[in-house]
């Protein structure tokens, strides 16, 4: 199995202004390395968090996601990043699977932060997404799902896992910067697979602060990548498929592991 390469971006968040954190995207991913798979960008990246999705949602067709579709195409990579979508006269905080050649995937956030203003209209989603990328097998998640182990968990049968690399793109505030940490490492640990997290940096109008502390876990839960505190950064990184696949064969405990699968249902 290839190897992945993937760039994730930390980066300060304007409120409330897309059009501008559009523009500074685009300064952001000219240091994207030419043989970048993968982009991941923060949480809903545009606007910051939470916002009036009724005031900034926007269609499958609308302005940012033609903007994605044209990054993807320019950069020969998937972009991964969050965005408020109306889908059919839904609101969703969506997570975008954008490939080059324009098709996408899309996740709704399946457990919205209410407690912190992410709330009605804002609907929740009702299935997980796992995708393909090189014969990588990936599961991206948003912010506060990092909470639900359940929701993040992986399978195996016969040899095969559900997923090799979980994603987490998020708005995490650095006053649970401890938290992030250290469930970003049980997610890798009790998984079996390497995590990722990305989180924005700065302060919002509310007086939020968000230090990113954007990482990479190996799935011995060890950090094999991480950005500094309060820091913009467009940090390129390879993921190796081989010793993801001898550490497995090392300590196989997928075999060991309960063999149930829950219903979106059951939640």
């Known amino acids: 199995m290839a190897n992945l390469h993937i760039t994730f971006i930390q980066a300060d968040l304007l409120w ?11 300064q952001l991913m000219a240091k994207v390395p030419s043989n970048t798979d993968l982009v991941l960008l923060p949480e809903t990246f ?3 968090f939470p916002v009036d999705p009724v005031k900034f949602a926007e269609t499958p067709d609308g302005t940012t996601m033609n903007w994605l579709k044209g990054k993807a195409q320019a950069l020969h990579a998937v972009i991964c990043g969050t965005l408020l979508l109306n889908v059919d006269g839904h609101y969703h905080n969506s997570l975008v699977w ?3 050649d324009g098709s996408y995937e899309l996740y709704h956030k399946r457990h919205t932060f209410t407690i912190g203003g992410e709330k009605e209209p ?11 990328l090189k014969g990588w097998k990936i599961k991206p998640m948003v912010c506060y799902d990092i909470r639900f182990p359940m929701w993040a968990r992986n399978h195996y049968h016969e040899g095969v896992f559900d997923y090799d690399l979980g994603i987490y793109l998020a708005n995490f505030p650095s ?12 997610r890798a640990i009790e998984n079996q697979a390497y995590f990722i ?5 700065g302060v919002d109008p509310e007086g939020v602060h968000y230090s990113g502390d954007s990482q990479i876990i190996n799935p011995k839960g060890e950090v094999i990548c991480m950005t500094r505190s309060d820091v913009e950064a467009v940090v390129p990184f390879t993921l190796d498929f ?10 196989p405990v997928g075999k060991d592991w309960d063999s149930f699968r829950l219903l979106s249902s059951d939640f």
Do not use: C
């Open 16 to 26: 409330e202004d897309p059009e501008k954190n559009r523009e500074r995207f685009n």
């Open 46 to 48: 545009n606007t910051g």
């Open 98 to 100: 954008m490939r080059p």
């Open 122 to 132: 804002i609907e929740r989603g009702e299935e997980p997404l796992i995708v393909e």
């Open 175 to 186: 006053s649970r910067i401890f938290v992030w940490d250290t469930l970003l490492m049980a």
């Open 197 to 201: 997290g990305v989180n924005r940096i």
């Open 242 to 251: 081989e010793r993801l696949q001898n550490f497995r064969e090392k300590f």
